[in-house]
C-alpha cells in the first residue's frame, strides 16, 4: 500500500528552484520509496551497494560521468568525496533538480552539505507517517493508546508486520549498526541500555550528567551518544522559550523520540492495558502530540521553530510557537474528559509570561471530539 506523503508536493515544487535536493531522514521513513514514485524520469543509484561505493570513492569523475543528469544518489553520505565533484557538475551545468540525494544519517550528510553544496541544495526531512497521512488512508487507531504502540513506520502498515517484530528488528538491524558503526562502540548491550535509559526520560528536562552516570559511562560519551541518536532522526530535543535571561526560568532542553512506536517499544510497553497503568502514560502522551506537531512541520516545509515554557515555580507551557504576529500555546493532557482545571496553566501563563503578542489557547487531550470555547480552543489528539 503507498501512502502519500504530504511533503511530495514540496519537493516537487522545490525541484525546479535548486539544482540539488538533499532528502534525510531515519531508515525506513520511506524515502526511497517516495523519491522513486515522484521522479520515475530519474535513475536511481544506491551507494550501499559495495560496488557502487568503490567505484564511486576510487574514480568520481569515472562514477559521474555515468550518471550526466537526473540521478538520485541513496545513502550518499557514505562517499563524501562526491559532494566536491556535484558542487562542480552543477555550478557547470545550472540545471535545475540536476541530482537528488538521500541519506539516514544527518550528520555525515550534512557536514558534507554545509561545506560543499551550501546555497545550491533544498534540504527536506521525511519523518515516519503523521496523522494526516495515516488518516488519509484510514490506518490511525481511534485511540491514542493503541495509535501510540504501533508506531508510524511506513513498514507496519504496507507489509502488516507487528510493531514488535518491526522495532525488534529495526534496533537490531539499524540503530545498532549505524550508531556503532558511527561511534564505533563494541559493547553493544551499554548502548542499548544508554537508549532504555533516553526512552524513561522522554518528554522530561535532560541530565547529562545523571543519564551518562546511570548507563556507567563518561560525561562526555553520553553527549556524543545523544548528538548520534539526534542526527539519526530518533530523538529530537525542544528548547526552551525565554525572552529575559535574568528571568527564574527553566533554560535546560526536553528529549522527545520521534515515533512513540520505537519508544514504548523500549518501555516494553505492548499493550493497552500496560499504557493504561504505566507512569508514564502522560509523558507518553505528551511525547506523541509534540512529535506530531514536528513531523507536521517538516513535511508542510514550515520551517517552524517550537518551545516549552517552565518557570522555577513549577508553572509550565508544554508547547509554544509563534506565527506571524500571533503567539500559540498548546498545555496537553492524556485524559478523555475536559474539565476546567486543565485550562488553569494556559491562564497563568497568559498572565504572567509577559509575552505580549495575541496569544491562542490550545488544549490538547485523548478523547476524539474537538471544541472551540470562549477563551480556549480544545483539540482532539487525532486532528493536531
Known sequence: MFIERRIAGQIKEQ?????????????????????????????YVTLE?????????????????????YVIFDEVQR??????????????????????????????????????????VALFKLLPLDFAELNSKKLLANDY??????????????????????????????????????????????????????AGRAGQLLN??????????????????LSILESSYLIFFLQPYYQNHNKRLVKTAKLYFYDTGL??????????????????????FENMIIAEYQKTNHHLYKHQEFYFWQDSYGNEIDLLWFEEQDCFAAEIKATQTVTAGLF???????????????????????????QRRTHHKVKSWRSV
Not at 560496488?51 to 543528469?69: C, H, I, M
Not at 510493531?163 to 548502548?191: H, P
Not at 519508544?263 to 507518553?284: A, H, M, N, P
Open 15 to 43: 525541484k525546479n528552484k535548486f539544482p540539488v535536493l538533499g532528502v534525510t531522514g531515519p531508515r525506513q521513513s520511506g524515502k526511497t520509496t517516495l523519491l522513486r514514485k515522484l521522479f520515475t524520469d530519474y535513475q
Open 49 to 69: 551497494n559495495p560496488d557502487n561505493r568503490q567505484f564511486a570513492e576510487s574514480d568520481p569523475v569515472g562514477f559521474l560521468n555515468q550518471y550526466e543528469k
Open 79 to 120: 562517499v563524501p568525496e562526491l559532494f566536491s565533484y556535484i558542487q562542480s557538475r552543477v555550478d557547470e551545468s545550472g540545471i535545475m533538480g540536476h541530482y537528488i540525494l538521500s541519506g539516514s544519517q544527518n550528520f555525515h550528510l550534512l557536514k558534507s552539505i554545509t561545506q560543499s553544496l551550501a546555497g545550491r
Open 145 to 198: 493508546m493503541n495509535a501510540a504502540i504501533k508506531g508510524t513506520y511506513p513498514a507496519i502498515f504496507d507489509r502488516d508486520i507487528s510493531s514488535s517484530a518491526f522495532y525488534a528488528n529495526y534496533i537490531q538491524t539499524y540503530i545498532e549498526k549505524d550508531v556503532t558503526e558511527l561511534l564505533n562502540i563494541r559493547d553493544t548491550r551499554q548502548f542499548r541500555q544508554f537508549l532504555g535509559l533516553c
Open 208 to 225: 547529562i550528567s545523571t543519564l551518562a552516570n546511570d548507563c556507567g559511562i563518561a560525561f562526555n560519551t553520553a553527549k556524543a551518544w
Open 263 to 284: 519508544l514504548c517499544f523500549l518501555l516494553k510497553i505492548k499493550t493497552v492495558k500496560q499504557f493504561e497503568v504505566d507512569r508514564l502514560k502522560g509523558s507518553l
Open 344 to 370: 488553569k496553566q494556559l491562564d497563568k501563563f497568559e498572565t504572567g509570561s509577559g509575552i505580549t503578542a495575541p496569544l491562542q489557547k490550545i488544549l490538547v487531550y485523548g478523547g476524539n471530539t474537538s
